[in-house]
């Protein structure tokens, strides 16, 4: 079945260090991908997303690259902030609708 | 545009009791889901709706846990008994679907924090 995998945490950076949390997908047919933040005490949001092979989302300096030959769908960010601190999850939902979603990355930033 | 609304956002039960959440999804989203998203795990589809139709609730554990979305607007879930296992926080989601179109973004409520003693 389809299924998203993605690195597990926790990740702790200083803060205006390289982010990368890895997300690798298996889908049968043509997926959308995302990622979802989920900040301390609230609900998921959607950070960015792509629709097909070799879109690029980006959002608020965060950005990924459907890439269909790796099935990944890497999120990255040059200079992570404090604010930044959340747990992130990357999703696909396929052609039937249903989304799957990964196990979550917590990322802690500190000044 | 008001978001995904649900209540209550904390309940504490003690086991084999009975427990119901409600949602009010984002007016126009015909699609609804009900996911489970227990602590340190992502979330787990329990159940979606077209309109007031299943779609999908092939998690969903229909000895104890049941779902309806009668007028395709709001819905609610209800879990009865209650196990141990089923602390978690449970997440509502809409989405304005598109038959066959898979970029439909989903809409998050704040979620109910479910603890079963």
């Known amino acids: 079945g389809d299924s998203v995998t993605q690195m597990e945490g926790p990740v702790t950076l200083s803060e205006e260090a390289f982010l990368t949390i890895n997300c690798t997908y298996t889908?049968?047919?043509?997926?959308?991908l995302f990622w979802y933040v989920q900040y301390p005490g609230e609900g998921l949001q959607l950070l960015l997303k792509?629709?097909?092979?070799?879109d690029k989302g980006s959002n608020k300096g965060f950005e990924a690259t459907y890439r269909k030959e790796t099935t990944s769908f890497h999120l990255e960010k040059g200079s992570v902030q404090v604010s930044d601190s959340a747990v992130y999850f990357c999703?696909?939902?396929?052609?039937?609708?249903?989304?799957?979603f990964g196990t979550g990355t917590s990322l802690t930033v500190i000044p | 545009e008001a978001g995904v609304a649900q209540s209550p956002r904390y309940k504490i039960i003690e086991k084999r009791q009975s427990v119901a959440f409600w949602c009010n999804p984002i007016?126009?989203?015909?699609?609804l889901y009900w996911y489970q998203q227990i602590l340190g795990q992502g979330p787990k589809l329990l159940i979606q709706?077209?309109?007031?139709?299943?779609?999908?609730d092939s998690q969903l554990p229909k000895d104890r846990f049941s779902a309806e979305r009668l007028k395709g607007v709001d819905s609610t879930l209800k879990i009865q008994p209650a196990k141990l296992e089923d602390s978690a926080v449970y997440l509502c989601?809409?989405?304005?679907?598109?038959?066959?179109?898979?970029?439909?973004?989903?809409?998050f409520g704040p979620g109910t924090r479910l603890t079963v003693l």
């Open positions: 989601a809409s989405s304005f679907n598109l038959i066959r179109q898979t970029n439909n973004e989903q809409f």
């Open positions: 889908a049968t047919g043509y997926p959308s």
């Open positions: 792509a629709t097909k092979a070799d």
């Open positions: 999703a696909l939902v396929n052609t039937g609708n249903q989304f799957y």
């Open positions: 007016s126009g989203h015909a699609t």
């Open positions: 709706f077209q309109n007031n139709g299943v779609v999908d």
